[in-house]
């Protein structure tokens, strides 16, 4: 069964930590992709990446950044927590292409809180 | 960014009835897309429906598209308990590197 897999479902940090959120995927994606989903606000998308090592700015990057050293992993990082990161962290893949030619396959989510 | 915008927040229905939820859009798009989300989990892909494309079928699910009026529309026949979720919306914007998605509607079936 194809997945796309994020490490952690619930992660607790505190203000000015730094933290990582992994996503991997087994499908041989291009594209992979992180939102963050807040009530009422829907997805948002904070960067995605259309192969290894390049990496496109969303419409929320700012205070965020991003890796990916292999084709089936990409990394969230957050330098230096704050309480407004507290969220739910999605990530996708989907095949090559305009982002939106595409589905996109998601995984299970991490809930992020920073106290 | 222009999201999608579903309607109604929220849908309350019994079980065997159906359910139709609407979504519109702003921009012209390459394709409109629904998710399923069930409560606390990732998004799952329902139906992609293509810019010339009217209306798609998939199982239990039908999607038009209208164009003109920039909106698109699931209905879900004979629901099920098990149906209930958060639905969203996604456009594809031609031009556009992303998809964007809607605030979602949150359907409750009730058994």
């Known amino acids: 069964d194809v997945k796309v897999t994020q490490s952690s479902r619930y992660l607790v940090k505190r203000t000015g930590e730094k933290v990582f959120l992994e996503c991997v995927q087994d499908?041989?994606?291009?594209?992979m992709f992180w939102y963050r989903q807040d009530p009422g606000l829907g997805l948002r998308l904070i960067y995605f990446?259309?192969?290894?090592?390049?990496?496109e700015k969303g419409d929320i990057p700012e205070g965020y950044s991003v890796s990916r050293e292999k084709k089936e992993r990409f990394s969230l990082i957050l330098e230096s927590a704050s309480t407004n990161q507290t969220s739910m962290y999605l990530c996708?893949?989907?095949?090559?292409?305009?982002?939106?030619?595409?589905?996109?396959?998601f995984g299970a989510g991490s809930r992020l809180t920073v106290l | 960014s222009q999201q999608g915008e579903e309607d109604p927040q929220a849908l309350s229905i019994q079980e065997g009835e159906n359910a139709t939820m609407n979504c519109s859009y702003k921009?012209?798009?390459?394709?409109l897309q629904w998710y399923r989300q069930n409560s606390g989990r990732g998004l799952v892909h329902l139906i992609l429906?293509?810019?010339?494309?009217r209306e798609k079928h998939s199982g239990r699910l039908r999607v038009t598209l209208d164009t003109s009026k920039k909106s698109s529309s699931l209905l879900i026949t004979a629901s099920r308990a098990a149906d209930t979720a958060s639905y969203f919306c996604?456009?594809?914007?031609?031009?556009?590197?992303?998809?964007?998605f809607g605030t979602g509607t949150r359907l409750t079936v009730i058994p």
């Open positions: 996708a893949s989907s095949h090559g292409g305009a982002p939106g030619a595409n589905v996109l396959t």
């Open positions: 499908m041989d994606h291009e594209n």
């Open positions: 990446s259309y192969d290894v090592k390049m990496k």
């Open positions: 921009t012209s798009i390459n394709n």
């Open positions: 429906i293509r810019s010339n494309e």
């Open positions: 996604a456009t594809a914007e031609t031009g556009a590197n992303n998809l964007f």
